[in-house]
């Protein structure tokens, strides 16, 4: 079973950064999972942020690329998102994402792991 925990959430005026974590456990093939940050503001879905395949391909919705970089660390099974020009509209709880396929992340499904979300606040 894959557990995911994440941690860097907090306060930040816009324009500041944050820089959010994902560590994983419970696999010795997580080297091989996508990987994938999530996001889910009050009143709205879940929506997916950025993803990063195995060979750390990556992918970003339009409304974070150029001020999001998404990364993994294979050797401490840790993934980063690093979150520049914040707006108040990235306020969101952030949920780290984990599957065997990219399919698996972007339509999250059963086979779909999941962490229990860290809150981003970008304050105005």
Not at 13 to 30: E, M, N, P, T, V
Not at 59 to 75: H, L
Not at 83 to 109: H, W
Request: charged share 15%; hydrophobic share 35%.
């Amino acid at each position: 079973q894959v557990q995911l925990v994440e941690s860097g959430g907090g306060l930040v005026q816009a324009g500041g950064s944050l820089r959010l974590s994902c560590a994983a456990s419970g696999s010795i093939f997580l080297h091989l999972f996508v990987m994938g940050w999530y996001r889910q503001a009050p009143g709205k879905q879940r929506e997916l942020v950025a993803h990063i395949t195995s060979a750390s391909s990556t992918n970003y919705a339009d409304a974070v690329k150029g001020r999001f970089t998404i990364s993994r660390d294979n050797a401490k099974n840790t993934v980063y998102l690093q979150m520049n020009s914040l707006k108040p509209e990235d306020t969101a709880v952030y949920y780290c994402a984990a599957a065997r396929t990219r399919d698996d992340i972007a339509t999250p499904g059963r086979n779909t792991y999941w962490g229990r979300g860290t809150q981003v606040t970008v304050s105005s």
